[in-house]
């Protein structure tokens, strides 16, 4: 007994330590079933259908599994700060995170065997981060108080009815509201201005609301349009009424994110982690996130039709983009909260 359970802990290191384009999926499994546990941070059941992602690596593999849900900046800290005493395995960490982890040297390397099906933008090459799905910035459209939908930034400036973005400065979703609309008009991630001076003319019209494009907001009928991920509002959408509510992608611009799983390099069960990443990334696993009304990052997976008629046509993301230059985009939304006040609420009255 005590030689073939030494056997199982040799293995398991040895897969450790061996390079992920090496490893084979046979021999994972059989490490991940020995170590028998993954524990994830920031993937809590009710967020992308983690859920049966979780329940199916336990009927399949035999995975006990338990989360704690944080932020991505709180995911990274607690990897740095527990090290060699790590409860966590595996994190989902927001898009500009993923490079801030390898910064801060926490993570360990996995290509899921469909790495070539993500798309270079959207992963490191060395295969410490990878998105899973994305989302991307659209507009909610209540139909019942809105006679002429909008489907573009330019047809928002046109329209008469309220524009609710949120909190800019405070809300990760309302900053980029303010990103999205500089693709859409000639910015990016170093030059905000066209959307600060587009949000100023809204204010200037008194079109610019207050309020939250919160479901609860939505279902009261105090946001006329919102701007929000797509993810939120095809949720928000088929909760309240699907009847209700149009959701579309704006079709002069947008901004593309996403989430990426991060692999803890002091993970205590490394392989269950590994594996956990390899069934994200395969078909079952994309069509969970599907459910859960993320946009899975492989395009080529084929969603049942159910699934399918829950998300936007895919032809609607033509004109969305991806964050390149994350350095900028961090200091532009570290001067984004006074921006704001001095140039776009001083015309709110």
Same mark, same amino acid.
């Given at each position: 007994?005590?030689?073939?359970?030494?056997?199982?802990?040799?293995?398991?290191?040895?897969?450790?330590?061996?390079?992920?384009?090496?490893?084979?999926?046979?021999?994972?499994?059989?490490?991940?079933?020995?170590? @028998?546990?993954?524990?994830?941070?920031?993937?809590?059941?009710?967020?992308?259908?983690?859920?049966? &992602?979780?329940?199916?690596?336990?009927?399949?593999?035999?995975?006990?599994?338990?989360? &704690?849900?944080?932020?991505?900046?709180?995911?990274?800290?607690?990897?740095?700060?527990?090290?060699?005493?790590?409860?966590?395995?595996?994190?989902?960490?927001?898009?500009?995170?993923?490079?801030?982890?390898?910064?801060?040297?926490? &993570?360990?390397?996995?290509?899921?065997?469909?790495?070539?099906?993500?798309?270079?933008?959207?992963?490191?090459?060395?295969?410490?981060?990878?998105?899973?799905?994305? @989302?991307?910035?659209?507009?909610?459209?209540?139909?019942?108080?809105?006679?002429?939908?909008?489907?573009?930034?330019?047809?928002?400036?046109?329209?008469?009815?309220?524009?609710?973005?949120?909190?800019?400065?405070?809300?990760?979703?309302?900053?980029?509201?303010?990103?999205?609309?500089?693709?859409?008009? @000639?910015?990016?991630?170093?030059?905000?201005?066209?959307?600060?001076?587009?949000?100023?003319?809204?204010?200037?019209?008194?079109?610019?609301?207050?309020?939250?494009?919160?479901?609860?907001?939505?279902?009261?009928?105090?946001?006329?349009? @919102?701007?929000?991920?797509?993810?939120?509002?095809?949720?928000?959408?088929?909760?309240?009424?699907?009847?209700?509510?149009?959701?579309?992608?704006?079709?002069?611009? &947008?901004?593309?994110?996403?989430?990426?799983?991060?692999?803890?390099?002091?993970?205590?069960?490394?392989?269950?982690?590994?594996?956990?990443?390899?069934?994200?990334?395969?078909?079952?696993?994309?069509?969970?996130?599907?459910?859960?009304?993320?946009?899975?990052?492989?395009?080529?997976?084929?969603?049942?039709?159910?699934?399918?008629?829950?998300?936007?046509?895919?032809?609607?993301?033509?004109?969305?983009?991806?964050?390149?230059?994350?350095?900028?985009?961090?200091?532009?939304?570290?001067?984004?909260?006074?921006?704001?006040?001095?140039?776009?609420?001083?015309?709110?009255?």
């Amino acid at each position: 007994m005590k030689t073939l359970i030494s056997r199982i802990v040799a293995a398991s290191l040895f897969l450790c330590a061996v390079p992920s384009h090496a490893q084979s999926l046979d021999s994972l499994i059989q490490a991940a079933r020995a170590e @028998g546990v993954v524990n994830s941070v920031g993937m809590p059941d009710d967020w992308a259908d983690w859920k049966d &992602t979780w329940a199916q690596l336990q009927q399949k593999y035999g995975l006990k599994h338990q989360d &704690t849900d944080m932020s991505s900046a709180q995911e990274i800290a607690k990897f740095d700060a527990e090290k060699s005493n790590a409860s966590a395995d595996i994190g989902d960490v927001g898009h500009a995170f993923g490079p801030i982890a390898v910064q801060k040297g926490v &993570t360990q390397a996995y290509k899921p065997s469909t790495w070539n099906q993500i798309p270079a933008w959207a992963k490191d090459s060395d295969g410490h981060w990878a998105l899973a799905y994305t @989302g991307t910035i659209a507009f909610i459209i209540n139909k019942q108080l809105v006679k002429n939908a909008p489907h573009s930034w330019a047809d928002l400036l046109k329209g008469k009815y309220k524009v609710t973005l949120g909190d800019v400065g405070v809300a990760s979703q309302a900053n980029s509201g303010v990103l999205a609309a500089a693709f859409a008009l @000639g910015g990016n991630e170093k030059n905000l201005k066209p959307a600060l001076d587009f949000f100023a003319k809204l204010a200037q019209q008194k079109r610019l609301s207050l309020n939250d494009p919160n479901i609860a907001n939505l279902e009261k009928g105090e946001v006329e349009v @919102g701007v929000l991920w797509d993810f939120n509002a095809l949720s928000y959408r088929d909760k309240i009424d699907r009847s209700r509510f149009l959701v579309v992608i704006p079709s002069d611009g &947008t901004v593309v994110s996403g989430y990426s799983t991060v692999i803890n390099k002091y993970a205590k069960h490394p392989n269950a982690a590994k594996l956990a990443r390899e069934y994200i990334f395969s078909d079952a696993g994309q069509i969970n996130l599907a459910r859960g009304y993320a946009r899975p990052i492989r395009s080529a997976v084929k969603l049942p039709a159910d699934v399918q008629a829950k998300l936007l046509p895919l032809a609607q993301y033509k004109s969305a983009k991806p964050i390149h230059d994350f350095a900028a985009w961090e200091a532009s939304t570290k001067q984004l909260p006074r921006a704001w006040q001095e140039q776009v609420m001083v015309n709110v009255q």
